[in-house]
């Protein structure tokens, strides 16, 4: 079964580091990857999306993310986190039925 | 501004009182669809809609009825609501087809409490 697995419930880190939200997929074909964040009482907003091409993607708000085929990983990462950073992090994958499957979400707190 | 609108944000009723979500985009996209999110679960699919009169099952339908009249307009019925639908209701759209390499545009969500 095709699935998106986003292995941390909850990621924390000091604000000034670098931070990583991790996303493995399980799909056939060439799927279009996507992060979207969640702010309070928000929501979903787009930040980032690899189609093709560069396997380091930037994005919104000083986010990039970095595509590894062989991994079938798209990680989220930032290198100095703030403390407005802290949301609920959503890795989604689009398959060849153009139908997205989305993993069960990532916390992320930033602590000053 | 390109938005998605979904009414009311915040509902409390009682179990059987059927109720309308309603949600609209002004972004002229052909794909609608609704999601509930739920803690641990993420986000499910209830319907989607392709364009106008084309509706489809996403992964948890049951309960739950969709209508699309209207290219811009997707609302979301809960004909005799139970206290499982409670949740957190996103209405999404984006392009289809050529544009399916785009993002969705979510509303801001719904927070349905079914007594």
């Known amino acids: 079964a095709q699935s998106v697995a986003q292995p941390e419930d909850q990621v924390n880190v000091a604000e000034g580091n670098p931070l990583t939200v991790k996303c493995t997929y399980s799909?056939?074909?060439?799927?279009?990857l996507f992060w979207y964040v969640q702010y309070p009482n928000r929501g979903l907003q787009f930040l980032l999306k690899?189609?093709?091409?560069d396997n380091l993607v930037k994005g919104s708000y000083g986010f990039e993310a970095e595509f590894n085929k062989s991994q079938t990983s798209f990680h989220l990462k930032k290198p100095s986190a703030l403390v407005s950073d802290s949301a609920l992090y959503f890795c989604?994958?689009?398959?060849?039925?153009?139908?997205?499957?989305w993993g069960a979400g990532t916390k992320l707190i930033i602590k000053p | 501004e390109a938005q998605v609108t979904q009414n009311p944000r915040y509902l409390i009723t009682v179990t059987g009182k059927k109720l309308t979500v309603t949600c609209s985009q002004n972004?002229?996209?052909?794909?609608m669809s609704w999601y509930r999110q739920d803690p641990g679960l993420g986000l499910r699919q209830i319907y989607y809609?392709?364009?106008?009169?084309?509706?489809d099952k996403g992964d948890v339908p049951e309960g739950y009825k969709v209508s699309r009249k209207e290219k811009r307009n997707f609302p979301l019925i809960l004909e005799s609501p139970s206290p499982n639908q409670t949740s957190l209701y996103f209405c999404?759209?984006?392009?289809f087809g050529t544009g399916s390499n785009q993002p969705q545009h979510f509303g801001d969500g719904t927070r349905l409490s079914i007594l």
């Open positions: 999404a759209s984006r392009l």
């Open positions: 972004m002229n996209h052909e794909y």
């Open positions: 809609s392709m364009n106008v009169e084309v509706t």
């Open positions: 799909v056939s074909g060439n799927p279009y």
């Open positions: 690899y189609i093709t091409g």
């Open positions: 989604a994958v689009r398959d060849i039925s153009d139908q997205l499957i």
